[in-house]
Protein backbone atom coordinates (compact mmCIF):
# COMPACT_ATOMS: atom_id res chain seq x y z
CA UNK A 1 0.00 0.00 0.00
CA UNK A 2 1.36 3.60 -0.83
CA UNK A 3 2.73 5.83 1.94
CA UNK A 4 0.88 8.82 2.34
CA UNK A 5 3.67 10.63 3.51
CA UNK A 6 7.50 10.38 1.72
CA UNK A 7 10.68 8.19 3.62
CA UNK A 8 12.39 11.37 5.42
CA UNK A 9 15.78 9.45 4.91
CA UNK A 10 15.21 9.50 0.79
CA UNK A 11 15.47 12.34 -1.62
CA UNK A 12 11.89 13.23 -3.04
CA UNK A 13 11.64 11.93 -6.68
CA UNK A 14 11.02 14.21 -9.50
CA UNK A 15 9.53 14.46 -12.84
CA UNK A 16 11.50 15.20 -16.23
CA UNK A 17 9.71 17.46 -18.58
CA UNK A 18 11.74 17.69 -22.05
CA UNK A 19 11.76 21.34 -23.02
CA UNK A 20 13.29 23.13 -25.75
CA UNK A 21 16.60 25.08 -26.05
CA UNK A 22 14.74 28.01 -28.10
CA UNK A 23 11.76 29.40 -27.41
CA UNK A 24 9.86 32.70 -29.46
CA UNK A 25 12.34 35.61 -28.71
CA UNK A 26 15.21 33.90 -27.99
CA UNK A 27 18.41 34.02 -29.86
CA UNK A 28 19.91 30.71 -31.92
CA UNK A 29 22.90 28.89 -30.83
CA UNK A 30 22.95 25.28 -32.29
CA UNK A 31 26.73 24.72 -30.79
CA UNK A 32 25.50 22.16 -29.06
CA UNK A 33 24.73 19.49 -32.32
CA UNK A 34 27.37 17.27 -33.25
CA UNK A 35 28.73 17.86 -36.68
CA UNK A 36 31.15 15.06 -37.52
CA UNK A 37 33.26 16.26 -40.54
CA UNK A 38 32.10 14.86 -43.67
CA UNK A 39 33.31 11.86 -44.82
CA UNK A 40 34.48 10.51 -41.47
CA UNK A 41 31.51 7.64 -40.94
CA UNK A 42 32.76 4.05 -42.53
CA UNK A 43 30.72 2.50 -44.88
CA UNK A 44 30.87 -1.59 -43.80
CA UNK A 45 30.05 -3.84 -46.09
CA UNK A 46 26.23 -4.44 -47.25
CA UNK A 47 26.44 -7.99 -45.60
CA UNK A 48 27.78 -6.64 -42.25
CA UNK A 49 26.29 -8.32 -39.60
CA UNK A 50 24.45 -4.93 -37.29
CA UNK A 51 25.48 -5.66 -34.55
CA UNK A 52 28.85 -4.61 -36.26
CA UNK A 53 28.00 -1.38 -36.94
CA UNK A 54 26.12 0.29 -33.95
CA UNK A 55 28.46 3.09 -34.39
CA UNK A 56 26.95 4.18 -37.14
CA UNK A 57 23.80 5.00 -35.32
CA UNK A 58 25.34 7.54 -33.29
CA UNK A 59 27.32 9.57 -35.78
CA UNK A 60 25.74 11.51 -39.35
CA UNK A 61 26.98 9.92 -42.74
CA UNK A 62 27.74 12.40 -44.33
CA UNK A 63 29.35 13.63 -47.93
CA UNK A 64 29.58 16.61 -48.60
CA UNK A 65 31.65 18.89 -46.73
CA UNK A 66 32.19 22.69 -46.61
CA UNK A 67 33.68 23.64 -49.68
CA UNK A 68 31.19 21.71 -52.06
CA UNK A 69 33.00 18.57 -52.66
CA UNK A 70 31.96 14.90 -52.35
CA UNK A 71 34.08 13.05 -49.46
CA UNK A 72 35.00 10.00 -47.56
CA UNK A 73 33.57 6.46 -48.10
CA UNK A 74 29.79 7.15 -48.91
CA UNK A 75 30.58 9.18 -51.93
CA UNK A 76 27.85 7.57 -54.70
CA UNK A 77 29.47 8.88 -57.40
CA UNK A 78 26.99 10.00 -59.47
CA UNK A 79 27.70 11.44 -62.55
CA UNK A 80 27.07 14.72 -62.96
CA UNK A 81 23.47 14.11 -64.99
CA UNK A 82 22.20 11.82 -62.36
CA UNK A 83 22.91 14.90 -59.70
CA UNK A 84 21.59 17.23 -62.20
CA UNK A 85 18.34 15.47 -62.62
CA UNK A 86 18.33 15.01 -58.72
CA UNK A 87 18.76 18.96 -58.18
CA UNK A 88 15.59 19.58 -60.82
CA UNK A 89 13.74 17.03 -58.96
CA UNK A 90 14.43 19.02 -55.96
CA UNK A 91 13.87 22.29 -57.58
CA UNK A 92 10.34 21.12 -58.87
CA UNK A 93 9.02 19.99 -55.27
CA UNK A 94 10.49 23.27 -53.53
CA UNK A 95 8.61 25.27 -56.45
CA UNK A 96 5.36 22.50 -56.51
CA UNK A 97 5.27 23.39 -52.67
CA UNK A 98 5.23 26.86 -52.91
CA UNK A 99 2.66 27.41 -55.61
CA UNK A 100 0.15 25.19 -53.71
CA UNK A 101 0.84 26.76 -50.85
CA UNK A 102 0.12 29.74 -52.32
CA UNK A 103 -3.17 28.28 -53.66
CA UNK A 104 -4.49 27.56 -50.27
CA UNK A 105 -3.75 31.02 -48.57
CA UNK A 106 -5.93 32.49 -51.77
CA UNK A 107 -8.52 29.72 -50.50
CA UNK A 108 -8.24 27.43 -53.34
CA UNK A 109 -8.01 24.39 -50.95
CA UNK A 110 -8.41 24.23 -47.36
CA UNK A 111 -4.82 22.58 -46.31
CA UNK A 112 -1.35 22.07 -47.44
CA UNK A 113 2.11 20.61 -46.14
CA UNK A 114 5.78 21.48 -47.31
CA UNK A 115 8.50 20.09 -47.32
CA UNK A 116 10.52 22.89 -47.40
CA UNK A 117 14.61 22.14 -45.77
CA UNK A 118 13.21 18.47 -46.46
CA UNK A 119 13.32 18.39 -50.19
CA UNK A 120 16.67 15.64 -50.18
CA UNK A 121 14.98 13.43 -47.93
CA UNK A 122 12.59 11.66 -50.35
CA UNK A 123 14.15 12.81 -53.70
CA UNK A 124 17.23 11.31 -53.21
CA UNK A 125 15.71 8.31 -51.84
CA UNK A 126 13.37 7.99 -55.01
CA UNK A 127 16.86 8.62 -57.24
CA UNK A 128 18.22 5.49 -55.27
CA UNK A 129 14.95 3.01 -55.30
CA UNK A 130 14.18 1.01 -58.15
CA UNK A 131 10.76 2.27 -59.84
CA UNK A 132 8.82 -0.30 -59.18
CA UNK A 133 9.97 -0.28 -55.41
CA UNK A 134 6.73 0.59 -52.91
CA UNK A 135 6.56 3.42 -51.26
CA UNK A 136 4.71 4.04 -48.10
CA UNK A 137 4.87 7.33 -47.30
CA UNK A 138 4.28 9.78 -44.77
CA UNK A 139 3.22 13.66 -45.42
CA UNK A 140 5.83 15.76 -47.30
CA UNK A 141 7.12 12.81 -49.16
CA UNK A 142 5.89 14.08 -52.01
CA UNK A 143 9.22 14.44 -53.99
CA UNK A 144 8.40 10.75 -54.32
CA UNK A 145 5.98 11.43 -56.32
CA UNK A 146 7.78 14.38 -58.48
CA UNK A 147 10.74 12.33 -59.07
CA UNK A 148 8.53 9.20 -60.29
CA UNK A 149 7.12 11.64 -63.19
CA UNK A 150 3.67 11.70 -61.38
CA UNK A 151 1.84 14.69 -62.96
CA UNK A 152 1.68 17.67 -61.53
CA UNK A 153 -1.80 18.18 -62.50
CA UNK A 154 -2.78 15.05 -60.88
CA UNK A 155 -1.37 16.01 -57.52
CA UNK A 156 -2.97 19.53 -57.65
CA UNK A 157 -6.31 17.63 -58.49
CA UNK A 158 -5.90 15.96 -55.36
CA UNK A 159 -5.50 18.90 -53.19
CA UNK A 160 -8.35 20.26 -54.40
CA UNK A 161 -9.93 17.60 -55.17
CA UNK A 162 -12.04 18.75 -57.69
CA UNK A 163 -13.95 16.94 -60.43
CA UNK A 164 -10.46 15.77 -61.81
CA UNK A 165 -9.39 14.15 -58.34
CA UNK A 166 -8.52 9.90 -58.73
CA UNK A 167 -9.50 9.65 -55.27
CA UNK A 168 -13.29 11.38 -55.68
CA UNK A 169 -12.44 14.15 -53.14
CA UNK A 170 -12.33 11.49 -50.23
CA UNK A 171 -8.84 12.21 -48.98
CA UNK A 172 -7.66 14.83 -46.92
CA UNK A 173 -5.30 17.25 -49.47
CA UNK A 174 -1.84 16.13 -50.03
CA UNK A 175 -2.77 12.55 -48.91
CA UNK A 176 -2.31 11.08 -52.39
CA UNK A 177 -2.24 7.16 -53.72
CA UNK A 178 -0.67 6.07 -56.34
CA UNK A 179 -0.08 2.57 -56.94
CA UNK A 180 1.23 2.44 -60.72
CA UNK A 181 3.76 4.73 -59.44
CA UNK A 182 4.43 2.67 -56.27
CA UNK A 183 3.35 4.88 -53.63
CA UNK A 184 0.79 3.76 -50.80
CA UNK A 185 -1.92 5.80 -49.80
CA UNK A 186 -0.82 8.75 -47.66
CA UNK A 187 -2.54 8.03 -44.10
CA UNK A 188 -3.37 10.58 -41.45
CA UNK A 189 -3.04 8.30 -38.61
CA UNK A 190 0.41 8.29 -37.44
CA UNK A 191 2.72 5.38 -38.31
CA UNK A 192 0.06 2.88 -40.09
CA UNK A 193 2.04 2.79 -43.03
CA UNK A 194 4.86 1.03 -40.80
CA UNK A 195 3.41 -2.20 -40.54
CA UNK A 196 2.07 -1.78 -43.58
CA UNK A 197 5.16 -1.47 -45.63
CA UNK A 198 7.26 -4.03 -43.23
CA UNK A 199 3.74 -6.67 -44.48
CA UNK A 200 4.07 -5.94 -47.98
CA UNK A 201 7.94 -6.56 -47.64
CA UNK A 202 7.29 -9.70 -45.95
CA UNK A 203 4.39 -10.68 -48.61
CA UNK A 204 7.51 -9.89 -51.73
CA UNK A 205 9.63 -12.03 -49.76
CA UNK A 206 7.51 -15.37 -49.65
CA UNK A 207 6.58 -14.92 -53.04
CA UNK A 208 10.38 -14.81 -53.83
CA UNK A 209 9.62 -11.29 -55.75
CA UNK A 210 12.33 -8.73 -56.01
CA UNK A 211 11.06 -5.68 -55.07
CA UNK A 212 11.32 -4.23 -51.66
CA UNK A 213 9.80 -1.58 -49.92
CA UNK A 214 10.38 1.46 -47.92
CA UNK A 215 8.92 3.31 -45.35
CA UNK A 216 8.97 7.17 -43.72
CA UNK A 217 8.03 8.57 -40.44
CA UNK A 218 8.42 11.72 -38.39
CA UNK A 219 10.36 11.38 -35.46
CA UNK A 220 7.59 11.91 -33.20
CA UNK A 221 5.67 8.79 -34.72
CA UNK A 222 8.10 6.70 -33.24
CA UNK A 223 6.51 6.48 -30.02
CA UNK A 224 3.88 4.90 -31.59
CA UNK A 225 3.20 1.29 -30.92
CA UNK A 226 2.77 0.62 -34.88
CA UNK A 227 6.67 1.84 -35.02
CA UNK A 228 7.23 -1.00 -32.92
CA UNK A 229 5.49 -3.85 -33.79
CA UNK A 230 6.77 -3.33 -37.09
CA UNK A 231 10.34 -3.20 -36.09
CA UNK A 232 9.31 -6.63 -33.99
CA UNK A 233 8.08 -8.32 -37.33
CA UNK A 234 11.19 -6.99 -39.82
CA UNK A 235 13.81 -8.04 -37.32
CA UNK A 236 12.52 -11.27 -36.98
CA UNK A 237 11.22 -11.77 -40.52
CA UNK A 238 14.50 -10.09 -41.94
CA UNK A 239 11.97 -8.38 -44.23
CA UNK A 240 13.54 -6.47 -46.89
CA UNK A 241 12.32 -3.08 -46.10
CA UNK A 242 14.05 0.49 -45.49
CA UNK A 243 12.66 2.28 -42.47
CA UNK A 244 13.11 6.04 -42.68
CA UNK A 245 12.97 8.01 -39.72
CA UNK A 246 12.92 11.93 -40.89
CA UNK A 247 13.81 13.79 -37.59
CA UNK A 248 12.96 17.43 -38.54
CA UNK A 249 13.23 18.21 -34.94
CA UNK A 250 9.64 19.54 -34.56
CA UNK A 251 6.36 18.25 -34.35
CA UNK A 252 3.31 20.58 -34.58
CA UNK A 253 3.90 22.13 -31.34
CA UNK A 254 6.19 19.65 -29.75
CA UNK A 255 10.21 19.67 -30.07
CA UNK A 256 11.58 15.91 -30.33
CA UNK A 257 12.83 15.73 -27.50
CA UNK A 258 9.20 14.25 -26.39
CA UNK A 259 10.16 11.31 -28.62
CA UNK A 260 12.80 10.65 -26.90
CA UNK A 261 15.86 12.65 -28.56
CA UNK A 262 16.99 13.79 -25.26
CA UNK A 263 17.96 10.76 -24.38
CA UNK A 264 19.55 9.07 -27.73
CA UNK A 265 19.39 9.61 -31.54
CA UNK A 266 16.51 8.14 -33.24
CA UNK A 267 18.91 5.32 -35.70
CA UNK A 268 20.03 4.03 -32.12
CA UNK A 269 16.50 2.43 -31.68
CA UNK A 270 17.47 -0.22 -34.56
CA UNK A 271 20.18 -1.38 -31.87
CA UNK A 272 17.68 -3.09 -29.98
CA UNK A 273 15.77 -4.83 -32.47
CA UNK A 274 18.86 -6.20 -34.10
CA UNK A 275 18.21 -3.97 -37.27
CA UNK A 276 20.97 -1.89 -38.98
CA UNK A 277 20.63 1.66 -38.15
CA UNK A 278 22.54 4.62 -39.55
CA UNK A 279 22.47 7.91 -39.19
CA UNK A 280 22.13 10.60 -41.63
CA UNK A 281 22.63 13.74 -42.58
CA UNK A 282 19.09 14.64 -43.73
CA UNK A 283 20.38 18.25 -45.84
CA UNK A 284 22.48 15.98 -48.02
CA UNK A 285 21.59 14.35 -51.28
CA UNK A 286 24.17 12.50 -51.65
CA UNK A 287 24.42 11.14 -48.30
CA UNK A 288 20.95 10.80 -48.23
CA UNK A 289 21.38 8.93 -51.93
CA UNK A 290 23.86 6.43 -50.74
CA UNK A 291 22.49 5.37 -47.43
CA UNK A 292 19.07 5.00 -49.12
CA UNK A 293 21.05 2.63 -51.61
CA UNK A 294 23.50 0.71 -49.31
CA UNK A 295 20.23 -0.05 -47.04
CA UNK A 296 18.01 -0.99 -50.45
CA UNK A 297 21.54 -3.41 -51.74
CA UNK A 298 20.75 -4.87 -47.91
CA UNK A 299 17.44 -5.48 -48.66
CA UNK A 300 17.57 -7.06 -52.09
CA UNK A 301 20.56 -9.83 -50.90
CA UNK A 302 18.37 -10.77 -48.09
CA UNK A 303 20.64 -9.01 -45.36
CA UNK A 304 17.35 -7.76 -43.24
CA UNK A 305 15.88 -4.13 -43.11
CA UNK A 306 17.68 -1.02 -42.15
CA UNK A 307 16.36 2.11 -40.14
CA UNK A 308 17.60 5.11 -41.09
CA UNK A 309 16.99 8.26 -39.39
CA UNK A 310 17.51 11.35 -41.71
CA UNK A 311 18.63 14.10 -39.19
CA UNK A 312 17.17 17.97 -40.83
CA UNK A 313 15.03 20.90 -39.89
CA UNK A 314 11.36 21.39 -40.83
CA UNK A 315 12.35 25.01 -41.71
CA UNK A 316 8.66 26.21 -42.40
CA UNK A 317 5.38 25.22 -40.38
CA UNK A 318 4.16 22.25 -39.49
CA UNK A 319 0.93 22.95 -41.98
CA UNK A 320 -0.98 25.77 -43.16
CA UNK A 321 -3.24 25.15 -39.95
CA UNK A 322 -0.15 25.90 -38.61
CA UNK A 323 2.19 29.30 -37.24
CA UNK A 324 5.46 27.91 -36.03
CA UNK A 325 6.10 31.44 -34.59
CA UNK A 326 4.25 30.55 -31.44
CA UNK A 327 6.41 28.09 -30.30
CA UNK A 328 10.26 28.26 -31.57
CA UNK A 329 12.67 30.74 -32.47
CA UNK A 330 12.52 32.71 -35.61
CA UNK A 331 16.34 32.34 -35.93
CA UNK A 332 15.85 28.37 -36.25
CA UNK A 333 15.82 27.77 -39.52
CA UNK A 334 18.14 29.98 -40.83
CA UNK A 335 21.33 28.83 -37.95
CA UNK A 336 20.36 25.36 -39.01
CA UNK A 337 23.88 23.87 -38.81
CA UNK A 338 23.39 21.52 -41.88
CA UNK A 339 22.47 24.31 -44.26
CA UNK A 340 19.77 24.36 -46.85
CA UNK A 341 19.52 20.79 -49.38
CA UNK A 342 19.19 22.15 -52.53
CA UNK A 343 21.92 24.92 -52.05
CA UNK A 344 24.02 22.41 -50.66
CA UNK A 345 23.81 20.23 -54.04
CA UNK A 346 23.80 23.33 -56.23
CA UNK A 347 26.91 24.35 -54.70
CA UNK A 348 28.39 20.94 -55.38
CA UNK A 349 27.96 20.86 -58.86
CA UNK A 350 29.09 24.37 -59.24
CA UNK A 351 31.71 23.38 -56.85
CA UNK A 352 33.21 20.49 -59.70
CA UNK A 353 32.63 22.50 -62.82
CA UNK A 354 29.48 21.10 -63.44
CA UNK A 355 26.63 23.58 -62.64
CA UNK A 356 26.86 27.63 -62.29
CA UNK A 357 24.35 30.41 -61.14
CA UNK A 358 22.93 31.61 -64.56
CA UNK A 359 22.11 28.31 -65.47
CA UNK A 360 19.95 27.42 -61.80
CA UNK A 361 18.32 30.51 -62.12
CA UNK A 362 17.28 29.76 -65.29
CA UNK A 363 15.82 25.91 -64.23
CA UNK A 364 13.96 28.20 -61.20
CA UNK A 365 12.42 30.22 -63.84
CA UNK A 366 11.48 27.81 -66.47
CA UNK A 367 10.23 25.07 -63.81
CA UNK A 368 8.10 27.95 -62.67
CA UNK A 369 6.73 28.09 -65.37
CA UNK A 370 6.13 24.79 -65.19
CA UNK A 371 4.19 24.12 -62.17
CA UNK A 372 2.21 27.66 -62.98
CA UNK A 373 0.70 25.52 -66.21
CA UNK A 374 0.02 22.58 -64.43
CA UNK A 375 -1.71 24.72 -61.54
CA UNK A 376 -4.22 26.75 -64.51
CA UNK A 377 -4.83 23.05 -66.28
CA UNK A 378 -6.19 21.69 -62.51
CA UNK A 379 -8.12 24.62 -61.58
CA UNK A 380 -9.97 24.02 -64.80
CA UNK A 381 -11.49 20.84 -63.20
CA UNK A 382 -12.56 22.66 -59.92
CA UNK A 383 -11.24 24.70 -57.04
CA UNK A 384 -12.41 25.04 -53.16
CA UNK A 385 -15.53 26.90 -52.95
CA UNK A 386 -16.62 26.61 -56.63
CA UNK A 387 -19.52 23.87 -55.84
CA UNK A 388 -19.55 20.27 -55.49
CA UNK A 389 -16.76 18.54 -57.69
CA UNK A 390 -18.02 14.80 -57.07
CA UNK A 391 -21.85 13.27 -57.32
CA UNK A 392 -23.04 13.63 -53.82
CA UNK A 393 -24.01 10.27 -54.13
CA UNK A 394 -20.44 9.34 -54.39
CA UNK A 395 -20.17 9.54 -50.66
CA UNK A 396 -20.98 6.26 -50.19
CA UNK A 397 -18.85 4.71 -52.98
CA UNK A 398 -15.65 2.63 -52.71
CA UNK A 399 -16.73 1.61 -48.89
CA UNK A 400 -17.81 -2.34 -49.72
CA UNK A 401 -17.29 -4.46 -52.90
CA UNK A 402 -21.05 -4.91 -51.92
CA UNK A 403 -22.86 -1.79 -50.87
CA UNK A 404 -24.87 -3.13 -47.22
CA UNK A 405 -28.51 -2.93 -47.39
CA UNK A 406 -28.46 -0.34 -44.29
CA UNK A 407 -25.94 2.14 -46.43
CA UNK A 408 -28.61 1.76 -49.40
CA UNK A 409 -31.55 3.06 -47.76
CA UNK A 410 -29.00 5.67 -46.37
CA UNK A 411 -28.18 7.01 -49.58
CA UNK A 412 -31.27 7.05 -50.81
CA UNK A 413 -33.08 9.02 -48.05
CA UNK A 414 -30.19 11.57 -48.74
CA UNK A 415 -31.31 11.46 -52.30
CA UNK A 416 -34.48 12.16 -51.77
CA UNK A 417 -33.71 14.94 -49.29
CA UNK A 418 -31.91 16.42 -52.36
CA UNK A 419 -34.51 16.38 -54.20
CA UNK A 420 -37.08 17.69 -52.38
CA UNK A 421 -34.68 20.51 -51.73
CA UNK A 422 -34.41 21.28 -54.80
CA UNK A 423 -30.10 21.15 -54.77
CA UNK A 424 -28.47 19.39 -58.29
CA UNK A 425 -25.70 17.31 -56.24
CA UNK A 426 -27.40 14.16 -56.76
CA UNK A 427 -25.50 11.96 -59.61
CA UNK A 428 -27.42 12.73 -62.73
Given at each position: M?????????????L?VP??KF???D???F????????G???????????????D??????R?LD?????V?P??P?L???????L????????AFD?RM??A??Q????F????????????A????L???????????Q???????????????N??????G????GKQ??????A??F?FF????N?T?QYP?A???A?????????????V????????E????????????????VV?N?V??QW??????????????TF?A???????A?????G?????V????Q?????????Q?????????YRA???????????Y?????P????L???V???K???I?????????H??QD?A?A??VR?????????????H?L?Q??????D???EE?P???????????D?E??S???????
Amino acid sequence: MASEHPRANLPPLSLHVPEPKFRPGDAVDFVGVDVPPAGSAPRPDTAEAPRAMTDLAYTLVRVLDDNGQAVGPWNPRLSPDQARRLLADMVKLRAFDERMFRAQRQGKTSFYMKATGEEAVAVAAAHALHRDDMCFPSYRQQGLLISRGYPLVEMMNQIYSNKGDKLGGKQLPIMYSAKDFGFFSISGNLTTQYPQAVGWAMASAAKGDTRISAVWCGEGSTAEGDFHSACTFAAVYRAPVVMNIVNNQWAISSFSGFAGAEATTFAARAIGYGIAGLRVDGNDALAVYAATQWAAERARTNQGPTLIEHFTYRAEGHSTSDDPGQYRSAGEPTAWPLGDPVARLKDHLIAIGEWDEERHAAQDKATAEEVRAAQREAEKNGILGHGLHQPLDSLFDGVFEEMPWHLAEQRQQMLDEEAASGRPWARK
